[in-house]
């Protein structure tokens, strides 16, 4: 018998709700995470889970591991790793945190290393050293060395070194050494764009069809490459404009412009 979460990620699928790359990420990773390839885990526990005694949040937890329904209390963890859903009622810290599935996170989340794939809401803010995630993620902040994101994302800021996003984002502000954007299917809406790279794009199909669309108040960087871009105003060192891009008000030391593309006012450096 088929598996409840997986028929549902298959029924997304067919519904073309998600791309193929990403129903295979989350089928992957949903399927190890039952399997339990994560490495040794030392405390398990399968069905539902329930960890909310006040003495126990108040110190260091080990390693965890649910498949199912399972819910944690806030505090510290070596490791968490749920397939199915898990639902964490504070702020949590842990060296990894992996799940395939959905999570909801009640409170901030931090961590050295953390793969989400599927449905991933944080109520709070999240800090970690790399995040991998895939599927529909929402959160308040992200702050991260390297973030890469597929899928639906809605975040209200997202500061890394290297971001790294496909699919639809919605954010207030993007700031990143390394902005890369590939857009897919509806539109994208973002606030502000800061880098010192940034390179926006949108999936290519047949016959020269294109998917996307990003808008944004302002797009900053010193290297900036953009695509199926609207932009109140564009501000950088070197500036592509590409096909299907609208900009009000485009500021640069050097430029390119497609055929394609309408800029209304050009000021140069």
């Known amino acids: 018998m088929e598996d409840e979460f997986v028929k549902k990620l298959r029924e997304k699928y067919e519904r073309g709700e998600i791309s193929k790359e990403i129903y295979e990420d989350i089928l992957a990773r949903y399927t190890s995470e039952m399997k339990g390839g994560e490495g040794e885990i030392t405390d398990v526990e399968k069905g539902d889970m329930e960890v909310g005694a ?134 994208s809406k973002v606030g502000r764009i800061v880098g010192d790279s940034i390179n926006i794009a949108c999936e290519r199909r047949l016959f020269g069809a294109t998917s996307g669309h990003l808008e944004a108040q302002e797009i900053r960087g010193d290297r900036i490459t953009l695509d199926c871009t609207t932009a109140e105003v564009v501000e950088g060192d070197e500036v592509k404009v590409g096909d299907n891009c609208k900009i009000d008000r485009l500021i640069a030391d050097t430029m390119t412009i497609s055929t394609k593309a309408k800029v209304k006012e050009v000021v140069r450096k």
Do not use: H
Not at 78 to 99: N, P, W
Not at 129 to 135: E, F, H
Not at 171 to 184: N, T
């Open 54 to 187: 006040a003495e126990e949040q108040e110190r260091n937890r080990g390693a965890y591991r649910c498949a199912g329904s399972c819910v944690l209390g806030p505090g510290k963890y070596e490791y968490i790793s749920a397939a199915g859903s898990i639902r964490i009622t504070g702020d949590v810290e842990a060296g990894r945190i992996s799940s395939a599935g959905s999570l909801v996170a009640e409170g901030n989340v931090k961590a050295d290393k953390m793969k989400c794939a599927g449905t991933s809401k944080i109520k709070g803010d999240v800090k970690v050293d790399t995040i991998t995630a895939s599927g529909s993620f929402t959160a308040n902040k992200l702050r991260a060395d390297v973030a890469k994101l597929a899928g639906g994302i809605s975040v209200k800021s997202i500061v890394a070194d290297e971001i790294r996003i496909g699919g639809v984002v919605k954010a207030d502000e993007i700031r990143g050494d390394s902005v890369w954007i590939r857009l897919s299917k509806s539109r």
